[in-house]
C-alpha cells in the first residue's frame, strides 16, 4: 500500500521528469526500505509544478515572502534564545522595547519569545540532544559491551564509503576487530573472498564476482563496495597473520547458472535467515568480534518494515544482548521534531559523530511510523548534513555488455523487467 500511493505521487509529476527519474526514485524507495520520507516526493511534486507553470510561480512567490517574513521572527528568536544561553536576560526586555504589542505582527512576535524562552530554559537544562562520540572511538568502546556492533546503512552512500575506509584503519579497531560481515558478498563466493582479502594476486574479471553473483540484481555496483575490500586487503598487508581482517559474505549462498525462474529466486529464501547464521556460527560461537554493515531494514532491534524477524532480532533470540546497532542518520529515519533537536542543539560539525540514544530526548522521537528511535537503535551514526549524503554510482560506460547481458536475464528473473538498466543509467551507455 505505502509503494503504491508513492508511485501515485510520482504519476503526477510532469512527463518529462517522470521519464527521466521517476524509476530512479522507485529504486532508492525499494532499496531503503521507504526510509526516503513522502516529504521529500511531495516536496519535488512541489517544485517540478513550480518550475513549468506561471500560476504556481506566483503562488510559490507568496509562499516565499511569507517564509521570508517567518525567517525573520525565527532568527530574531535564535537571537534572544542565544543571548539568553549566554546569561544576558536583558535581550528579552531589549527585544520587547524594539517590538511593542501595538505593532503589526505583536502576537506573533509573542508567540516566538515565549518559544525562545521556553527553548533556552530547555537547552540549559538538556544541551544536547543525544550523548555524542566521535563515531569511530564511539563504535570501537561499542565491542567492549557487545560482541558484534551492526550498521543499518543506506546503499550507495559516498560518505558511509569513507566511513568504512576510515574505521578498519583505525589503530584500535583493528586491535578489537576480527570479522566484518557484508551484505554485498554471497556465502557461495567465500572462499574467492578469502583469496582475495589475503592478498592473493587475482585478475580483476575474476574479483568482481564477490559483488556481482549476489542475490540482489546489479545493487552493489556502486565502487564503495569495491573501495572497501581493497581497503581491507590494503590494511591486512601490514598485520601480523593471527591479527588480520576477515571478511564474510553474508547474502546467501547462490548459483546463478541454476536460477532460471522467479520461483527460482524466490526458493533462495529470506536472507536475514543467511546474515544470522554467519553472525552466530562465525562469529559467536568462537568468540570473536565482527562488524555487521547490512541495509538498514535488517539490523532494527524492533524487526523489518512489516514485523517480521531480521537479522538482529534472530541473533538476539539465540545470544540476547550481543548486538548493538547503529543506523545511518538521513532524510528517511527521522520524522521533523528530531531533525529539529539535531538543528536547534546543533550537533558538531567535524562529522562522523555517533549519538547514543538511550534515555535521551533524540531516543524518544519518532521515527516514520511513529516508533522511539531507542526501539529500533542502541544509536545515531551521523556522517553530515543530508545534502551531503550523495549517492556514488558507477563511472558512465564501466560496465561491459557481455555482464549486462546476464545482468538483464537475472532482472528479468528477479523484477520480470529491465530495471537493472534503468537504475544504473550512464554505467551501460
Partial sequence: MKRTVYKCLLWLHPAAFRERFADEMLWIFD??????????????????????????????????????????????????????RRGNPGALEE?????????????????????????????????????????????????????VVMIGEVHWL?????????????????????????EFASRHNQLLLDRYIAGEDLPIEEVRHIWRDTTKVASWESPIYAQWLAAVREVNKGL?????????????????????????????????????????????????RALVVLGANHVTKSGDRNGDEDATTRVESRYPGSTYVVLLDNRGLLQ???????????????????????????????????????????????????????????????????????????SMIEWGELRDRKLLGAAVE
Wanted: with cysteine.
Fill in 31 to 84: 532499496e531503503t526500505g521507504g526510509q526516503e520520507t513522502f516529504s521529500d516526493v511531495l516536496l519535488s511534486l512541489l517544485r517540478q509544478w513550480t518550475l513549468h507553470s506561471g500560476v504556481w510561480r506566483i503562488a510559490f512567490g507568496a509562499l516565499a515572502s511569507c517564509l521570508l517574513l517567518g525567517g525573520w521572527w525565527h532568527l530574531q528568536g535564535g537571537a534572544l534564545a542565544s543571548a539568553l
Fill in 240 to 288: 601480523p597473520p593471527n591479527r588480520r581482517l576477515r571478511v564474510l559474505a553474508g547474502d546467501t549462498a547462490v548459483a546463478w547458472q541454476s536460477i532460471h525462474t522467479h520461483a527460482d529466486w524466490e526458493a533462495l529464501g529470506d536472507n536475514n535467515v543467511s546474515f544470522a547464521d554467519v553472525m552466530v556460527n562465525e562469529v559467536l560461537r568462537r568468540g570473536r
Fill in 336 to 410: 521533523p521534531p528530531a531533525q529539529e533537536l539535531v538543528r536547534l542543539h546543533r550537533l558538531p560539525q567535524n562529522a562522523p559523530i555517533l549519538c547514543e540514544l538511550a534515555g535521551t530526548p533524540l531516543g524518544d522521537s519518532p521515527d516514520n511510523h511513529g516508533t522511539p528511535l531507542s526501539n529500533k537503535a542502541d544509536a545515531l551514526l551521523y556522517l553530515g548534513p543530508p545534502e551531503t549524503l550523495v549517492r556514488a554510482f558507477p563511472p558512465a560506460g564501466s560496465l561491459e555488455p557481455t555482464y549486462m547481458k546476464e545482468v538483464d536475464r537475472r
Fill in 158 to 182: 559516498e560518505p558511509a564509503g569513507e566511513f568504512y575506509g576510515r574505521l578498519i584503519r583505525d589503530r584500535k579497531f583493528q586491535q578489537t576487530v576480527q570479522d566484518i560481515v557484508v
Fill in 95 to 147: 527585544i520587547r522595547h524594539r517590538h511593542p504589542s501595538g505593532m503589526p505582527c505583536a502576537s506573533a512576535l509573542g508567540d516566538v519569545m515565549q518559544a525562545t524562552e521556553t527553548e533556552a530554559s530547555r537547552s540549559q537544562a538538556d544541551p544536547r540532544p543525544c550523548d555524542v562520540a566521535d563515531a569511530i572511538q564511539g563504535i570501537v568502546a561499542a565491542f567492549g559491551r557487545h560482541p
